[in-house]
């Protein structure tokens, strides 16, 4: 009996970026690798079978073959043995310290020279140029733009609204016609600095009630920093435009259509200005800095009932909003996806 409770619905493999199998279920790559092996093992057999004894050749051809296999069929962290062996040398070999400033100039004579070999740290290269005031990012000949969004829960849908939403993604995701980055992160949250902001206020407070309740929210929040790791989550979207794509905004407007095709998912986004999108980039730089609030670039949620609170200071006890009612900064931790116990590496 055919079973047509997923009409619509086509299963799509996990590995369609797997490399095809060529021959005897290797793939080009790996019959490559054992082929030059093959040849080298030849041509030192017939250079030392008569200089060097059988048993010795033998044993040095089954070690040497065993790490041969190895490395062609051997995989690890999700690579390829050969291209892990690779990106191991190419990170041994790389400078361990990257330094804006002039690293090639000479010495001055009054500097005492090291006794042992010092590894000089070698110049830092960025691939951005420049981010001006609008937000777009130049990257050589072509630009980018950023987009800071909110995510999507779900588990509290129903199935067709599910079904809704992963299509309605998915034009979105088939309707990109170059690079675009998706960038998930998650950042703890100070909530003791709220809770002592809010229990400073609720003296202040001239009705019983509201200073009572103002009083509670502050032990709440202070609980919740102490049990629990408050995350604050941020999604950035980063488009870029085509190779001859011209145009003095054609990062812009195409960050200004991602925020319309995102829109349909429920999704608060906008386009960042120049001040947000060097904020992220260099928390992106340095993720166990503070982030700048003035200039954060996450969107703030809005709910039927609240206000946001204004976004235009740096530091949450200078907060003008610390009554229960309103959304403080870190509101964007728990409205994007609940708090959760959480480890950073």
Known sequence: ?????????????????????????????????????????????????????????????????GLVVGVAVGRRDGLSLDVWLLAAVRHWRSPR????????????????APKRAVMLP???????????????????????????????????????????????????????S?????????QPVDLHSAA?????????????????????????????????????RQVLIVTRTGAGERGEHAARRRATDTVHALSGLGVSARALDGAAVTAAVAAAADPTARPDLAASP???????????TPRGRSDPDESPHPFPHTHPWWWPALHAGGYRRSRLG
């Not at 030059?36 to 089954?62: E, I, K």
């Not at 310290?97 to 005492?112: F, R």
């Open 298 to 308: 996450l969107p703030t949620p809005s709910s039927p009932g609240r206000t946001s």
């Open 122 to 176: 070698a110049p830092l290269k960025l691939p951005a140029d420049a981010i001006d005031d609008s937000g777009e990012i130049r990257l050589g000949g072509t630009r980018a733009a950023m987009v800071a969004a909110t995510n999507v829960n779900l588990a509290l849908r129903s199935p067709d609204e599910q079904a809704a939403l992963v299509d309605t993604f998915g034009r979105w995701l088939n309707s990109l």
């Open 1 to 65: 009996m055919t079973d047509h409770t997923d009409t619509g619905r086509t299963r799509m493999p996990a590995d369609v970026d797997a490399p095809d199998k060529v021959a005897y279920g290797l793939t080009f790559r790996q019959l490559a690798i054992l082929a030059v092996a093959a040849l080298a093992f030849y041509g030192a057999w017939r250079g030392l079978h008569t200089v060097v004894p059988l048993p010795v050749l033998v044993g040095a051809a089954v070690v040497a073959s």
């Open 97 to 112: 310290a990257l330094s804006t400033t002039d690293t090639l100039s000479k010495t001055p004579d009054w500097v005492q």
């Open 196 to 232: 002592r902001t809010l229990a400073t206020a609720a003296h202040a407070l001239t009705h019983p009630a509201l200073a009572d309740a103002a009083t509670d929210h502050a032990r709440f929040l202070d609980d919740l920093a102490t049990g629990r790791d408050p995350l604050r």
């Open 178 to 186: 170059t690079p675009t980055q998706i960038v998930v992160s998650a």
